[in-house]
């Protein structure tokens, strides 16, 4: 039984410190000149957070799978303008990550910003605390951000590559 608890106790350290950096060839952000006719350019992007580092949401918008969206990464897709549904499921059967539901609209063919916002009672107040009265403190959610809020942010955010490049509704 302890040699059971041992191997597990190992290869979650490793898959949570594997996860939770980014990889030595890293590309950090950097904002895309291309543009494409009648389409608006979507950075969506996941802040660095220790709870769910080893796993991530994939992302889809409709029924179209966007990205794999790690910990402190951001992605770039051209999205057509309109409404889109989005909802996730998790990277991993490990993960106790659910689904992230959420609904954008693009109006224009200007640059979105997309982040999701998470918040775990853990991070900022005790266990017991949290037993108490955590249930309704925690949650991860979808915000658009406005274009000066997300550049401050997004300088030290790494490049994943998105499942798709265009996103049509």
Excluded at 66 to 89: A, C, D, M, W
Excluded at 117 to 132: D, M, P
Excluded at 135 to 161: H, I
Aim: a positive charge.
């Amino acid at each position: 039984m302890k040699l059971k608890i041992d191997i597990f106790s190992i290869l979650f350290l490793f898959l949570t410190g594997c996860a939770s950096s980014p990889p030595q060839d890293a590309k950090y952000f950097q904002e895309i000149s291309e543009s494409k006719g009648g389409y608006a350019k979507l950075y969506i992007y996941r802040p660095n957070f220790r709870n769910g580092s080893a796993v991530w949401p994939e992302v889809f918008f409709n029924s179209t799978k966007i990205v794999g969206l790690k910990n402190h990464s951001y992605t770039q897709v051209f999205i057509q303008p309109g409404k889109y549904k989005i909802r996730t499921e998790k990277s991993s059967f490990i993960s106790g990550l659910g689904n992230i539901p959420g609904e954008i609209e693009i109006k224009s063919t200007e640059d979105h910003f997309l982040f999701l916002e998470q918040y775990y009672c853990q991070t900022e107040y005790s266990n017991a605390y949290c037993l108490v009265n955590g249930r309704d403190m925690d949650y991860q959610r979808w915000v658009m951000k406005s274009k000066p809020d997300a550049l401050r942010a997004l300088g030290s955010y790494y490049y994943v590559t998105p499942y798709v490049e265009v996103v049509n509704n």
